[in-house]
């Protein structure tokens, strides 16, 4: 799954727990609250990217104080995002992964670390990657090693530094910083070998140029990909989400819905690939029942209904 600022919007449509709201990159400037600097500088910022905006100003050394302004105030911003006590879409989406997927993630807000962090003795969560940093996430260069930012390596022992944010996307230099370039190293290698891909919430910005490569040339040309299945989850009209993703798309083999509960994994949790399969193997016609998931319960009552599941893998066999 590649993830983008939509998902935590969808999460959360009217702000996290203290009232926050999640930006999107078009309101970027006014959400996040740096309109005053922005005027200050006299710079245009309405219904601009903030990403490609803040290319331009890392570029241009008269802006190199208000950069600094940006990244303080964005990471004081992203840090101070919290999940609610129950659970939440992002709980839900880690329980109905498994180990052998991934999430690859462009958001700097914690909601997915904190989710990952509540739930894992319950399962074997999917694996994450943070594309462009993220104010939870901070790394050892030394060990290679990543955690909560603020504890330290539990190799060396030292305190892991803080992820960088805020790529200037238009240097295309996703190689610069070594923690970055793991995260996409690890993104290419399960790309090359996925059967299904889920684009969520993730609006694949035009100057993002590195990042669509990337996982274009890992995904490698669509003809060759005549079994595999692309999923996006998005608001925005289908046709237009298909001209973005085309690169992705083997001729028919994809599926759009603008409600995560609606997507395969909301459909069958922990159970994607083999309904998939079974929905496109001519012999197996028989269809995969739908098992939503429950969206109501509390902790208790989600852990036990997820519990099934994850015994029957535990004894391998897939109901
Ligand atoms: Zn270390």
Known sequence: MILGAGASLQ????????????????????????????????????????????????????YEELVEVIKTKVWSYFSKLELPPNPTMYDHLVLS?????????????????????????????????????????????????????????????RKYVPSQLLFPIKQKDYNRDPFIKSEWGTLRLFLKHAYMVTIFGYSAPYVDVEAIKLMKDAWGSPCSRNLEQTEIIDVKPKQALRDVWKDFIHTHH????????????????????????NYTMPERLAFYPHNPIPKNLGFKELWEWYGSLIEAENKEVHT
């Not at 462009?132 to 790394?139: C, E, M, P, Q, R």
């Open 11 to 62: 999460a959360f449509p009217t702000g996290e727990m203290k009232g926050n709201k999640l930006p999107l990159m078009c309101n970027f400037v006014e959400t996040v609250g740096l309109n005053l600097e922005f005027r200050k500088y006299g710079l245009d910022y309405e219904g601009k990217n903030f990403e490609d905006i803040y290319s331009d100003l890392y570029q241009n050394s008269k």
């Open 97 to 157: 992964l498994r180990d052998k997927d991934l999430i690859a993630t462009f958001n700097w807000d914690p909601f997915l670390y904190y989710a990952c962090w509540r739930n894992h003795e319950i399962a074997e969560l999917p694996r994450v990657v943070y594309l462009h940093g993220n104010v939870a996430i901070g790394y050892c260069l030394t060990d290679m090693e990543a955690g909560l930012t603020n504890t330290k390596c539990t190799k060396c022992g």
């Open 254 to 277: 994809y599926h759009v819905t603008n409600d995560f509960y609606k997507s395969s994994i909301g459909l069958f949790p922990r159970r994607t690939c083999e309904a998939e399969w």
